[in-house]
């Protein structure tokens, strides 16, 4: 049996995608960030100390961590995700795009989010904000392949990963024009049939 623990309009959207897109049962337990803060609720806490989503439950054992949770996912149900020889080319950028998603990739985008509260005190800080941006956004620009996927040429684990950043590129900052391919890529995957599952029951 399989629970996801879900937050509203978070990256754990992408969890509940996947489990959609391979078609595995799961009960879903979602909730509700704060109306005022925006925060996740304190009774998340009582699911794992760090109150945070997504957090996965299968066969009794509670996983967190958006990557750890897509590995195991795919690893289980569809193998057909990940590189075939483990010792490929394909697999090491497999292992590197799926830290790279939430470790280089989100840091400064939170740092984006967090500074546009503090006004002008945050004024030094914006230009290296903006330039480890667009460097991060050119960098994943260029790792798209002709077929539109990372790493593979059909739908992977580190596309999954990959959206949440590739979304804030194009629907947060609004620079669809300045990555083409980015937004070719999030088109694609929001325009799937279990993304809009997942997205209909994060609405709903």
């Avoid at 690893?75 to 799926?98: F, G, K």
């Avoid at 903006?130 to 002709?146: I, V």
Wanted: charged residues 20%; aromatic residues 8%; negative net charge.
């Amino acid at each position: 049996m399989i629970k996801l623990y879900h937050l509203n309009q978070s990256r754990s959207l992408r969890i509940m995608w996947l489990l959609e897109e391979i078609g595995v049962p799961y009960e879903l337990c979602s909730y509700q960030r704060d109306s005022e803060t925006f925060l996740a609720p304190e009774t998340l806490k009582e699911i794992h100390p760090l109150g945070k989503a997504p957090m996965l439950e299968i066969d009794g054992q509670l996983i967190t961590e958006s990557a750890a949770i897509v590995e195991v996912l795919c690893q289980r149900y569809a193998p057909q995700m990940l590189p075939a020889d483990e010792n490929s080319a394909e697999a090491m950028a497999h292992l590197q795009l799926m830290h790279f998603a939430e470790g280089s990739a989100m840091t400064p985008l939170l740092l984006g989010i967090y500074t546009s509260r503090l006004g002008e005190a945050a004024a030094p800080l914006q230009p290296r904000i903006r330039s480890e941006t667009k460097n991060h956004f050119d960098y994943m620009e260029a790792q798209l392949r002709p077929s539109g996927h990372f790493v593979l040429d059909d739908l992977s684990a580190v596309d999954v990963m990959m959206l949440f950043p590739a979304q804030a590129a194009v629907h947060r900052l609004g620079l669809s024009e300045a990555y083409p391919k980015l937004a070719a890529y999030v088109a694609a995957i929001e325009a799937r049939p279990a993304f809009q599952r997942a997205l209909a029951r994060d609405n709903g």
